[in-house]
């Protein structure tokens, strides 16, 4: 699985999610072990100047075809039936990058969570209509890129300056942290798991 996303092999990587999904296997972990280590393997490759961007674009698209596969299999395995809060979830304006929060509504959406997915690069304008729209108790927003972060500080404060301390933000993404996340008076999580974890408690 790793090697298929390192590689680039989208029609690899299908075929092993699709086998992945007929061993019967515990998906998460394996989709972490695999999938998600060979594309982290790829950004180290970029980091080290081996891949240039036709690669890393060819290792997303591995992984994103993968994830197609694994989606609907993932989110039956996690299902659960009540409805538990209503979240709008994004990737922040200006970052396209969206496998991880992909990955996070999947499994918020499978936990029970009525999940509003925008996508990638969300203005501040959309998350906030929405939330608006369908009354959400939580904004979720996604970033990868250190520029971005930046985007997610705007965010918190126009959720707060628009919906006050009753809508929570829960932030989220490889460069960000619980530290960073506290200072602005949002919530973090670490992983697509953790994130449940804290939709809920922020329910509470
Ligand atoms: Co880009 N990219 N990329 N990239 N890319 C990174 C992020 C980078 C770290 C690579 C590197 O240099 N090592 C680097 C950022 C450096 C930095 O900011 N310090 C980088 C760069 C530089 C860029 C470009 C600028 C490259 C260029 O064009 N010169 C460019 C930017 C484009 C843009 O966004 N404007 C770019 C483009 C791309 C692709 C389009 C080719 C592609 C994205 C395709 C897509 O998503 N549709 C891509 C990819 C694939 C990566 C890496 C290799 C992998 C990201 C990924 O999917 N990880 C990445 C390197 C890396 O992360 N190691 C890299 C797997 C995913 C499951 O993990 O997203 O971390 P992750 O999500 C996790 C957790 O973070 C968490 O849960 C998820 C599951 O466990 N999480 C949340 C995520 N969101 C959450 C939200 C939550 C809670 C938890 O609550 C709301």
């Known amino acids: 699985?790793?090697?298929?996303?390192?590689?680039?092999?989208a029609d690899g990587a299908r075929a092993?999610?699709?086998?992945?999904?007929?061993?019967?296997a515990e998906l998460l972990p394996a989709v972490e072990r695999g999938f998600v280590a060979g594309i982290r393997r790829v950004g180290e490759l970029w980091d080290e100047g081996e891949y240039f961007l036709p690669?890393?674009?060819?290792?997303?698209?591995?992984?994103?075809?993968?994830?197609?596969v694994i989606r609907p299999a993932l989110a039956a395995a996690?299902?659960?039936?009540?409805?538990?809060g209503r979240i709008v979830l994004g990737t922040v304006e200006g970052d396209l990058h969206?496998?991880?929060k992909s990955l996070v509504g999947v499994l918020l959406s499978a936990n029970g969570f009525e999940v509003h997915d925008l996508g990638a690069?969300?203005?501040?304008?959309r998350f906030l209509a929405k939330a608006e729209e369908i009354d959400a108790d939580i904004v979720a927003a996604s970033a990868l890129l250190t520029t971005t972060m930046e985007e997610q500080a705007r965010l918190v404060d126009a959720v707060r300056r628009t919906a006050g301390r009753t809508r929570r933000v829960l932030l989220g993404g490889a460069p960000t942290s619980r530290v960073w996340a506290e200072k602005l008076g949002a919530a973090h999580a670490e992983n697509a798991?953790?994130?449940?974890e804290v939709a809920?408690?922020?329910?509470?």
Not at 121 to 125: L, R, T
Not at 193 to 196: D, F, I, M, R, T
């Open 16 to 24: 092993l999610a699709e086998a992945l999904i007929a061993s019967e």
């Open 55 to 68: 690669e890393l674009v060819q290792g997303a698209e591995a992984m994103k075809a993968a994830m197609d």
């Open 78 to 84: 996690h299902q659960t039936q009540s409805t538990r």
């Open 98 to 100: 969206d496998i991880g």
């Open 121 to 125: 690069s969300v203005s501040i304008d």
């Open 1 to 9: 699985m790793c090697n298929a996303v390192i590689e680039g092999n």
């Open 193 to 196: 798991l953790h994130a449940v």
């Open 200 to 204: 809920a408690e922020l329910m509470r």
